[in-house]
């Protein structure tokens, strides 16, 4: 089977950093996404690593390592619009690209 | 929005009716796939389609559960003889290929009273 972790929840200040972890033990490994997903709505894209090592975007990071079987997801300069869900989702070989998500964490950004 | 429409955005029904849902890709992407999700937790895959071909079905897809994608483009979802258990946020996205990130829409959210 697979296995997915996140923490559940996490606080930040506005315009501080903060770093979201996933953790994942599964077969066939072939990348890992990462998705913001506000309450109500739809989840959307952020990020997409399949090789070792850091990928910046703007204000957010991802960085996955497939032999720890480890991926986070940075966000700086946080905004109060940051407040969502982050959602960890891996994707395996030959298993057509479907989404195998965490629970998601869900980030509160504070004054 | 990204491209994805699903309607309705909101059902409620009664157990035991039938419901259907449909979903309309990014009409250039030939994978599309639905989704359940429930409060709290993250998406669950139910089915995936490349065009017309239903390529997988997940143990979670109980056989009141249909779906289809006739034309290579909308796509609907159904559920037979609902129950309580079935509601839920229904999700469908789309891919232009393998590796691609996936679309989603904005869902249909199930109540079953």
């Known amino acids: 089977g697979q296995n997915i972790d996140q923490p559940t929840e996490m606080t930040a200040t506005e315009g501080a950093i903060v770093q979201i972890n996933c953790t994942y033990q599964?077969?066939?490994?072939?990348?890992l996404f990462w998705y913001q997903q506000h309450a109500g709505e739809a989840p959307t894209f952020l990020s997409y690593?399949?090789?070792?090592g850091l990928e910046e975007k703007g204000r957010f990071s991802s960085f996955l390592s497939r032999s720890k079987g480890y991926s986070y997801l940075l966000l700086k300069e946080l905004q109060m619009k940051d407040s969502a869900s982050y959602l960890c989702?891996?994707?395996?070989?030959?298993?057509?690209?479907?989404?195998?998500f965490g629970t998601g964490t869900q980030l509160k950004v504070e004054l | 929005d990204t491209g994805v429409s699903q309607d309705p955005r909101h059902k409620i029904t009664k157990r035991g009716q039938n419901v259907t849902f449909r979903c309309d890709p990014i009409?250039?992407?030939?994978?599309l796939y639905w989704y359940r999700q429930t409060l709290g937790q993250g998406p669950e895959f139910l089915t995936y389609?490349?065009?017309?071909?239903?390529?997988?079905k997940s143990r979670l897809l109980s056989d009141r559960f249909s779906a289809e994608r006739p034309k290579g483009s909308f796509s609907t979802l159904e559920i037979q003889r609902t129950e309580q258990g079935d509601s839920a946020m229904y999700l469908c996205?789309?891919?232009f290929g393998t590796g691609d990130e996936q679309y989603f829409g904005p869902g249909t959210r199930l109540t079953v009273t």
């Open positions: 389609f490349q065009n017309e071909a239903q390529l997988e």
């Open positions: 989702a891996v994707v395996l070989r030959g298993g057509g690209n479907k989404l195998t």
């Open positions: 009409s250039e992407h030939n994978r």
């Open positions: 996205a789309s891919s």
């Open positions: 690593n399949v090789l070792d």
């Open positions: 599964t077969s066939g490994f072939n990348g």
